[in-house]
């Protein structure tokens, strides 16, 4: 609900704009921080669930493809239906309906194939309500904070994701050892009742723009011109069908972002998903030096996404360009891992691909935004990570595991393969970022321009 705007000079509302907004950013970032732990639990429970119920690896996998099926579709199909609603609400409520999911996924496991059936169910369904977090996290951040300082506040939010995945181990044994005594179900109940009290606290802090509060737009309290995007939405009155056509489906800038999303997904969870395989059976390693890479990766994939934003934000917002920087140091890295002979060397070039794969994962997002209207950023965003988890995450698991086993695609053949694969992805999703950049720098100068003009006529 928007309130009119308070009587008041902008430097006094810009004073009254922290408090509602860090409440609005923690409901986001705890929100999404908390789906992690009702998503990774599964991980977590495989061989608990392997030797408590004889299930097959056949089997957990068809309860992961379930989820990441309905994820990808509701990342544009149900982020289509929450443009132009208070996103802060989506997130908790989307919260709110996969904790009952897993609670009930909790309650209904077992060795039958009834309970088999219900698991896939109840697991696609909570991968459809968790499909609405970071789209609506991005729509609701965006319309709290300045184009200056937009990146820095998104990046710190994409950490949330990573303190989830991280934590969510410590919360599903938890929850098994010091409730059920350490029968399997407690990684999902536990974690549920978690979500759905995060959910419903969620629904009562803070709001989805400034606008709620009376505090008007942030364009008005940080003296920023409105973009030409969001001007067009206003001045035509457009509707939510138009504003998707225009500025989503015959979006030019959209299609190449879900493109280069497409292969930076192959990157990314190329290097997530064999690190600790590679790093035992082909380097050498033991696993538990082979897990280590893991951890690095992921340390510094924690550190990479707080920074790269506020990098981007240092030179006035060219997430294209910065993201061509980091995907260039991946290029060059990925040479180091794939022949690391030290432990050392093995571990220090997997902190450092974790550090600039995620420049490029959250800046892609951020560059998104730039192009659409606040009215079309969930959609906007969605469509990428639709396009990112049915083809690229698919190829990543799938699709490299083959040409590692030996099963030539394009050609190449086992790990040598898979690595020609992770190389020829990023070179293509640098290319594809290098087009983004200069379509960027043209706005930024067009937006000066008007700007100029604005101050000019004023």
């Given at each position: 609900?928007?309130?009119?705007?308070?009587?008041?000079?902008?430097?006094?509302?810009?004073?009254?704009?922290?408090?509602?907004?860090?409440?609005?950013?923690?409901?986001?970032?705890?929100?999404?921080?908390?789906?992690?732990?009702?998503?990774?639990?599964?991980?977590?429970?495989?061989?608990?669930?392997?030797?408590?119920?004889?299930?097959?690896?056949?089997?957990?996998?068809?309860?992961?493809?379930?989820?990441?099926?309905?994820?990808?579709?509701?990342?544009?199909?149900?982020?289509?239906?929450?443009?132009?609603?208070?996103?802060?609400?989506?997130?908790?409520?989307?919260?709110?309906?996969?904790?009952?999911?897993?609670?009930?996924?909790?309650?209904?496991?077992?060795?039958?194939?009834?309970?088999?059936?219900?698991?896939?169910?109840?697991?696609?369904?909570?991968?459809?309500?968790?499909?609405?977090?970071?789209?609506?996290?991005?729509?609701?951040?965006?319309?709290?904070?300045?184009?200056?300082?937009?990146?820095?506040?998104?990046?710190?939010?994409?950490?949330?994701?990573?303190?989830?995945?991280?934590?969510?181990?410590?919360?599903?044994?938890?929850?098994?050892?010091?409730?059920?005594?350490?029968?399997?179900?407690?990684?999902?109940?536990?974690?549920?009742?978690?979500?759905?009290?995060?959910?419903?606290?969620?629904?009562?802090?803070?709001?989805?723009?400034?606008?709620?509060?009376?505090?008007?737009?942030?364009?008005?309290?940080?003296?920023?011109?409105?973009?030409?995007?969001?001007?067009?939405?206003?001045?035509?009155?457009?509707?939510?069908?138009?504003?998707?056509?225009?500025?989503?489906?015959?979006?030019?800038?959209?299609?190449?972002?879900?493109?280069?999303?497409?292969?930076?997904?192959?990157?990314?969870?190329?290097?997530?998903?064999?690190?600790?395989?590679?790093?035992?059976?082909?380097?050498?390693?033991?696993?538990?030096?082979?897990?280590?890479?893991?951890t690095m990766f992921e340390t510094g994939a924690l550190i990479g996404t707080c920074l790269w934003g506020f990098f981007?934000?240092?030179?006035?917002?060219?997430?294209?360009?910065?993201?061509?920087?980091?995907?260039?140091?991946?290029?060059?890295?990925?040479?180091?891992?794939?022949?690391?002979?030290?432990?050392?060397?093995?571990?220090?070039?997997?902190?450092?691909?974790?550090?600039?794969?995620?420049?490029?994962?959250?800046?892609?997002?951020?560059?998104?935004?730039?192009?659409?209207?606040?009215?079309?950023?969930?959609?906007?965003?969605?469509?990428?990570?639709?396009?990112?988890?049915?083809?690229?995450?698919?190829?990543?698991?799938?699709?490299?595991?083959?040409?590692?086993?030996?099963?030539?695609?394009?050609?190449?053949?086992?790990?040598?393969?898979?690595?020609?694969?992770?190389?020829?992805?990023?070179?293509?999703?640098?290319?594809?970022?290098?087009?983004?950049?200069?379509?960027?720098?043209?706005?930024?100068?067009r937006e000066k321009k008007e700007k100029k003009l604005a101050e000019a006529n004023a």
């Open positions: 609900m928007r309130k009119p705007t308070l009587d008041l000079p902008v430097s006094e509302r810009k004073k009254m704009w922290f408090g509602p907004f860090i409440r609005s950013y923690l409901v986001v970032f705890v929100s999404y921080m908390v789906m992690y732990f009702i998503r990774k639990n599964f991980n977590i429970a495989q061989n608990d669930l392997i030797s408590d119920y004889g299930m097959t690896m056949t089997q957990l996998g068809t309860i992961g493809l379930g989820f990441s099926i309905t994820y990808g579709i509701g990342k544009t199909a149900l982020n289509y239906w929450c443009d132009g609603k208070n996103s802060k609400n989506i997130l908790p409520l989307g919260l709110l309906l996969s904790g009952f999911c897993m609670l009930g996924f909790g309650l209904v496991m077992g060795p039958s194939m009834g309970s088999f059936y219900m698991m896939i169910g109840l697991y696609a369904l909570s991968g459809l309500f968790q499909s609405v977090g970071g789209s609506n996290s991005y729509s609701t951040i965006t319309k709290w904070t300045s184009k200056k300082n937009r990146g820095t506040f998104l990046g710190m939010w994409n950490i949330s994701h990573n303190i989830g995945g991280a934590g969510a181990a410590g919360v599903a044994l938890f929850g098994a050892n010091y409730f059920f005594d350490g029968n399997v179900a407690g990684m999902f109940i536990v974690p549920a009742i978690i979500a759905i009290v995060v959910a419903f606290i969620g629904f009562f802090m803070g709001s989805d723009s400034p606008e709620a509060y009376g505090l008007g737009t942030a364009e008005e309290l940080f003296e920023e011109p409105v973009s030409e995007e969001d001007k067009a939405v206003s001045e035509n009155k457009m509707s939510k069908l138009e504003i998707f056509k225009k500025y989503v489906l015959f979006n030019k800038v959209i299609w190449l972002l879900c493109f280069a999303n497409v292969f930076l997904y192959v990157v990314r969870i190329g290097i997530d998903q064999w690190s600790t395989v590679y790093g035992y059976e082909v380097l050498g390693f033991d696993k538990e030096t082979a897990i280590s890479g893991f981007s934000d240092l030179i006035n917002g060219r997430r294209g360009l910065v993201a061509c920087v980091a995907l260039l140091g991946v290029i060059a890295t990925l040479g180091f891992y794939q022949h690391a002979d030290t432990i050392f060397a093995y571990q220090a070039s997997l902190f450092a691909l974790g550090f600039l794969v995620f420049g490029p994962q959250l800046l892609i997002g951020v560059a998104a935004v730039g192009f659409v209207p606040k009215q079309g950023i969930a959609v906007a965003d969605g469509i990428k990570g639709t396009f990112a988890y049915l083809i690229g995450d698919s190829f990543a698991k799938l699709g490299l595991g083959l040409i590692a086993d030996g099963t030539p695609i394009f050609g190449q053949t086992g790990w040598s393969g898979t690595f020609v694969a992770l190389d020829t992805a990023a070179i293509i999703c640098c290319s594809i970022m290098a087009v983004v950049a200069i379509l960027e720098e043209r706005k930024i100068h």
